[in-house]
């Protein structure tokens, strides 16, 4: 076989979906909590407030996690056509997600175990100060929410594509926000009427929402990585376009994922009238989502079920 004949049959296994906006949009939200950060440290510790303190350092958690976002966007862009990955760099962004998700686990554990305890300890809250950094916190939170809203959200063979590795960002900025906005109401409630004991309830209730976002990142993500069942319907769309063709049968089938929302196969096949593989690939040319398959074709040599 000639060496020009070969490359035709050869092909990237570059699987990774490009992410160049959500790379830079990660980045400036990186910088901007950052920024936010190191003025509410540096007030907090010249004016002399808790409250500016304790919001600064746990933004500095997020600023964590939105670098986690960002070395996965990098390395998976640098190491695409590393030979040392099977199918590419499309999982390490999803990795991202999945190590940014046990981060926001952390946290509302953090936070559930810190309003149990003023529930038994309560502190002197100097409620303008803290008032005036949950504002602050809202506002950065609200910019940042804006900028990291999935732009790249399509849907396709009735599947909705996602970025989990902005997603897990994205809800780092909604957990900021959620707890501003709890706090805001703690805080009026415990100005104007005396209820302390609410910042602890709404620590609780933010703990609480922040725990099912993060199960819920962590299982889809977990699902990926681990190449876990996909979608029984895109099983069952590859079934049918396959054994509406002649007399074919399916015999053996393995969907997974190689990236995000991108998807492999392997397909072994019995049939009376074999055919080229690209034959049979081209029967799933309507599922875009498969973007590598292989196809064994094995020939029945028993009677033929149609004529």
């Not at 990926?224 to 399916?250: C, F, H, P, V, Y």
């Given at each position: 076989?000639?060496?020009?004949?070969?490359e035709?049959?050869?092909?990237?296994?570059?699987?990774a979906?490009?992410?160049?906006?959500?790379?830079?949009?990660?980045?400036?939200?990186?910088?901007?909590?950052?920024?936010?950060?190191?003025?509410?440290?540096?007030?907090?510790?010249?004016f002399?407030?808790?409250?500016?303190?304790?919001?600064?350092?746990?933004?500095?958690?997020?600023?964590?996690?939105?670098?986690?976002?960002v070395?996965?966007y990098?390395?998976?862009?640098?190491?695409?056509?590393?030979?040392?990955?099977?199918?590419?760099?499309?999982?390490?962004?999803v990795l991202?997600?999945?190590?940014?998700?046990?981060?926001?686990a952390?946290?509302?554990?953090t936070?559930?175990?810190?309003?149990?305890?003023r529930?038994?300890?309560?502190?002197?809250?100097?409620?303008?100060?803290?008032?005036?950094?949950?504002?602050?916190?809202?506002?950065?939170?609200?910019?940042?929410?804006?900028?990291?809203?999935?732009h790249?959200?399509?849907?396709?063979?009735?599947?909705?594509?996602?970025?989990?590795?902005?997603?897990?960002?994205?809800?780092?900025?909604?957990?900021?926000?959620?707890?501003?906005?709890?706090?805001?109401?703690?805080?009026?409630?415990?100005?104007?009427?005396?209820w302390?004991?609410?910042?602890?309830?709404?620590?609780?209730?933010?703990?609480?929402?922040?725990?099912?976002?993060?199960?819920?990142?962590?299982?889809?993500?977990?699902k990926?990585?681990?190449?876990?069942?996909?979608?029984?319907?895109?099983?069952?769309?590859?079934?049918?376009?396959?054994?509406?063709?002649?007399?074919?049968?399916?015999a053996?089938?393995?969907?997974?994922?190689?990236?995000?929302?991108?998807?492999?196969?392997?397909?072994?096949?019995?049939?009376?009238?074999?055919?080229?593989?690209?034959?049979?690939?081209?029967?799933?040319?309507?599922?875009?989502?498969?973007?590598?398959?292989?196809v064994?074709?094995?020939?029945?040599?028993?009677?033929?079920?149609?004529?």
């Open positions: 076989m000639h060496e020009d004949t070969l035709q049959w050869q092909h990237s296994h570059d699987f979906v490009n992410r160049d906006r959500a790379e830079h949009n990660t980045t400036t939200v990186m910088w901007l909590t950052a920024i936010t950060m190191v003025v509410e440290i540096i007030a907090g510790s010249f002399g407030s808790m409250a500016l303190l304790a919001d600064g350092w746990h933004m500095a958690t997020h600023v964590a996690a939105f670098g986690i976002a070395f996965a990098r390395y998976a862009r640098r190491h695409a056509n590393n030979s040392q990955y099977t199918f590419g760099t499309g999982k390490v962004t991202g997600g999945y190590t940014s998700a046990i981060a926001l952390v946290t509302a554990l936070i559930a175990i810190e309003s149990v305890t529930f038994f300890e309560p502190i002197a809250i100097q409620f303008n100060e803290a008032i005036a950094v949950a504002i602050l916190g809202l506002i950065v939170n609200l910019a940042s929410a804006w900028l990291l809203q999935d790249h959200h399509h849907d396709h063979d009735r599947h909705h594509h996602h970025d989990r590795n902005l997603q897990a960002a994205y809800i780092h900025v909604l957990t900021d926000a959620l707890t501003s906005i709890l706090a805001i109401i703690a805080l009026f409630a415990g100005k104007y009427f005396g302390i004991w609410l910042d602890a309830v709404m620590g609780l209730v933010g703990a609480g929402v922040i725990s099912k976002w993060a199960y819920d990142l962590v299982r889809d993500t977990g990926i990585l681990l190449d876990g069942a996909i979608d029984k319907q895109i099983k069952l769309d590859i079934m049918t376009a396959i054994e509406a063709d002649a007399d074919n049968r399916i053996d089938l393995h969907v997974w994922y190689v990236g995000e929302n991108l998807l492999a196969a392997t397909i072994s096949l019995v049939t009376h009238y074999p055919r080229s593989p690209e034959h049979y690939k081209s029967l799933l040319g309507g599922i875009s989502s498969l973007t590598h398959v292989l064994e074709v094995n020939q029945c040599r028993g009677e033929p079920c149609i004529k």
